[in-house]
């Protein structure tokens, strides 16, 4: 799935970049997105902890460049999946950046990691990286 992104003003630095930690945030955005989109979910059903998350910066994105992301799921174990992410500028499909995600699916009264249910699992598992003429 790959949608724009909605820029904030206060994503950007003093130079008019967006600030490195701010990729952090709109891969949340992607992630709320697909929770919701492709999955089915409410916000208020979160049942996940992200474990680890890692980001490759590829080319600069400055004030008022339209940014498109794509996310996918490459890898669902019994517990955990690996969200991908690729940020874009929307003009020229330049790679802005790219990096992943892993979720642990959590009982957040027992404070413990649980088994994703099988229709969850069925679901991402379907989200496919998205092909050539979708990025």
């Known amino acids: 799935m790959r949608f724009p992104l909605a820029q904030r003003y206060s994503d950007y630095d003093a130079k008019q970049h967006v600030n490195n930690a701010v990729y952090l945030t709109y891969f949340e955005m ?16 979160l049942p996940f902890i992200v474990a680890e998350a890692t980001v490759r910066y590829v080319s600069e994105a400055r004030l008022g460049d339209p940014l498109d992301i794509a996310i996918w799921t490459d890898g669902v174990r019994t ?46 598992a379907a989200m496919r990286e998205p092909d050539a003429r979708d990025r």
Not at 30 to 45: C, E, I, K, P, V
């Open 30 to 45: 992607a992630r709320a997105r697909a929770w919701l989109d492709a999955l089915g979910g409410t916000s208020a059903n």
């Open 79 to 124: 517990k955990s999946w690996v969200w991908r992410y690729r940020m874009y500028d929307s003009r020229d499909d330049r790679l802005v950046a790219e990096g992943n995600t892993v979720q642990v699916m959590y009982d957040y009264e027992g404070r413990r990691t649980i088994a994703i249910p099988e229709e969850l699992r069925e679901r991402l």
